[in-house]
């Protein structure tokens, strides 16, 4: 946990965000898996962690903005409970160190809740993303769940606190990426034709754990890097694939990595690799260059798909004006999805508030309809202490070619025939995360290696 | 996947057994962690398994008893969604192998279902555990949540046929013992003082892994064996302390196994440890030689009691007459839960559809008042087929102990002067997995060490 004044401040600057009402805070339970009592490993609720740091299920927080108050509802383990799970630090030693004096039993929060909207006061929640929280909510406030309105008021207030990370929470995800590195040369150590995908899925997490580290979420270790979310991970390695691992720890307290390198099975690259690999490092040195205050994220993400479309232009594979190309989205047939997203206590950060209010402005909405756009979940105005990951990619997806080829579609910018001949190629992602500085940017964690020939110096030590 | 005949098979009984109606199996989802789509790994229900072997979530299958028709309710992947996942096998290719011919889009389950009760069709579901389906069987019948109710007559047909194994399932239990016994074999070997409990438990779960399996449930690996759900694994492993390891591998078709080994985290157990270790393998011994169809497993668990506080006597913990002690439930001081638990698809199997149904019959139902029977999950007559651990144990808890003596509790068979120099002993427990015969018991898996000579000579070589 951060200090009992961190939690203090951060929730009276909430409170003077929202204004007035009642702030209302659900934790996070233990979901089960197949049956009530056996449970997926407990994650608590990014919110609830940010305000208060405790990492128990069953419990709900309130802030009482018009009193100026803070409760805690759950309940504490009887000696019936003891006898299964051992004497353990109470829930009030817990709230006392996130600076929270009053507890009650769970079961008074209906109640409380109610007498508050009785008496006027209004009562400010987040969209639930659990489906227990669904309902939970919906018995609390009496509201059915398909009539559950979120706060936006609330929203907007955690937002714009959570966006901007304190140096202690930089810390805490330099953390996060110190594991997430040694887990990413680990897999580049390890990794020799033959074995499985899983194989190194499996070590880097088992690494990881053994440093206390989760991951942050199901990890993509795959030769087929082109399908985005592979959770297959029973192909064999063999000579001429190349590997993308995308993997990230989590710290103790609930800050997330987030990287993803792209490295040959064998000691070295194909000369065809080599080239994309290339493109893909440019785009990434492109878009990193242009990382900073005051510019939007939407414009250094096409700026970042101009540079993949002038390298796949080099290659051979698109054609035309590389400006062009990308107004009219051609640069989607290698680049499906976004250049980055937020990331702080959660993956991608804050994703359960909204991505319109995480990443867009009302006077500059998200594009929720264009492929490409639409994947893209960062699109505003860059502030000194966001937090965002920059992952350029080419992806070749054989049933995209197929059905774009079949309508001609963009066939000013698309050599579909040279293109016949990287069919099987897979795909390549580069992946760091940085911190927005009041002057431009800084790398977080230590620097991972990412050029070829650096990746191919260190292959070459363990392949051959 | 078994054959598409068994699954045609068991649907087939299932019918004859529930007679009329529609009968409505829910899957399961891809559970949010701190975000919707940063999700737990997938499991499938597993009834829906039984049934139809389908791994994906999403999906719902109906049978019409009424007009002998089975119709699974799922989505295909569209193109946007192969870009993102990659081509897959089809739910309709999956169904073909599950005997399934109707495949519907999952959006009309509900206007189906309408059409069905409309008709006067009675529909007959299980009690969700997932609140996702409780909230999605809600709206697909419009009952409120709190009102749901499930049929007992299928739950009732389920359980009569989930209980007896068919020959297929053993065989998949006992690949599931196989990962497991060797689970236990690496920690017995790897664990040495010094090391933290949690090296220990994530090692053989990355060795389960590596096999294709999960874990059937969270590893319980703990100097503290008396805390019977112990999550905390950081303590440093020190000469004196036993291990106590319960884990269980799960096989790619979702059958567990759940063994326990207690072992010396030193070369040897202290003499003090291999007394009572004595006291639990005996009454493990007994235990296990009264399996046989006919008797009821609450007679074996009070059989194992009564061996306990003989052993507990002959130390001198406990005093009296043995069969008083239990009547009086006097053990539980030093054994609180029950004797072990039906296991199949479920490491508790079918717990999901409730204690009574599975464990118990309504002529004799489970005791949910008594310390300790309370605990018992499996009291009824057991019959060939039957699949089951056996899990004595004694559990020092201090809390325990103290509120007893407080109390001067059963005084007149408990010695707690004496009891005072066991006050941070621990825990020891024993635990394998058995099938019930026609006349007797058949141990599943691979034999695993368990007597204090033989761990001690199996540990010799590992630790000095």
């Not at 079961?107 to 006027?120: C, E, P, T, V, W």
């Amino acid at each position: 946990m951060f200090s009992t004044k961190t939690y203090q401040d951060r929730r009276e600057l909430l409170q003077q965000k929202v204004g007035s009402g009642l702030i209302l805070l659900l934790g996070n339970i233990e979901n089960p898996i197949n049956f009530e009592h056996n449970t997926y490993p407990f994650r608590q609720d990014s919110t609830l962690l940010y305000y208060y740091g405790i990492k128990v299920p069953n419990i709900a927080a309130v802030i009482d903005v018009d009193n100026q108050q803070t409760i805690v509802f759950g309940d504490e383990l009887d000696i019936d409970q003891i006898v299964w799970t051992g004497k353990q630090e109470t829930l009030q030693e817990k709230c006392a160190k996130a600076g929270v004096k009053t507890t009650l039993p769970f079961s008074a929060l209906q109640a409380y809740l109610h007498r508050a909207i009785k008496s006027g006061q209004q009562v400010h929640y987040l969209p639930p993303y659990q489906s227990f929280n669904k309902i939970l909510l919906s018995d609390l406030t009496g509201i059915p769940i398909g009539n559950i309105t979120p706060s936006s008021l609330l929203i907007e207030a955690i937002v714009s606190q959570r966006s901007i990370k304190e140096h202690q929470e930089l810390a805490e995800i330099e953390k996060a990426l110190q594991v997430s590195v040694d887990m990413h040369m680990l897999a580049m150590r390890m990794t020799k034709p033959g074995m499985k995908e899983r194989d190194i899925a499996h070590a880097i997490q088992h690494y990881a754990a053994d440093q206390g580290s989760p991951l942050a979420y199901p990890p993509i270790v795959t030769v087929r890097g082109e399908i985005l979310h592979n959770a297959y991970q029973l192909h064999t390695l063999k000579y001429g694939d190349m590997l993308l691992n995308d993997s990230g720890a989590e710290t103790e307290m609930g800050y997330a990595a987030d990287l993803t390198r792209t490295f040959p099975v064998g000691p070295a690259f194909s000369a065809q690799q080599r080239e994309l690999y290339a493109v893909v490092l440019k785009s990434f040195s492109d878009a990193r260059a242009r990382l900073s205050p005051h510019v939007t994220f939407k414009e250094i993400h096409l700026h970042a798909c101009e540079s993949l479309v002038e390298g796949l232009i080099a290659v051979g594979l698109m054609k035309g004006d590389p400006k062009e190309a990308v107004s009219q989205h051609a640069h989607t047939l290698f680049f499906q999805c976004g250049l980055g997203h937020m990331m702080g206590l959660d993956v991608h950060d804050m994703e359960d508030l909204g991505e319109q209010y995480v990443g867009y402005t009302a006077e500059d909405p998200k594009d929720t309809q264009t492929f490409g756009l639409k994947s893209l979940r960062l699109g505003k105005k860059l502030e000194p202490g966001f937090v965002l990951t920059v992952e350029p990619g080419i992806y070749i997806i054989p049933e995209l070619i197929d059905r774009w080829q079949a309508e001609n579609k963009l066939s000013e910018f698309i050599n579909y025939d040279r293109l016949h001949s990287y069919r099987n190629f897979g795909g390549i992602r580069i992946e760091d995360n940085f911190v927005i500085t009041d002057n431009g940017y800084r790398l977080l964690g230590p620097e991972l290696i990412k050029t070829a020939d650096d990746i191919e110096n260190f292959r070459k030590n363990y392949v051959s």
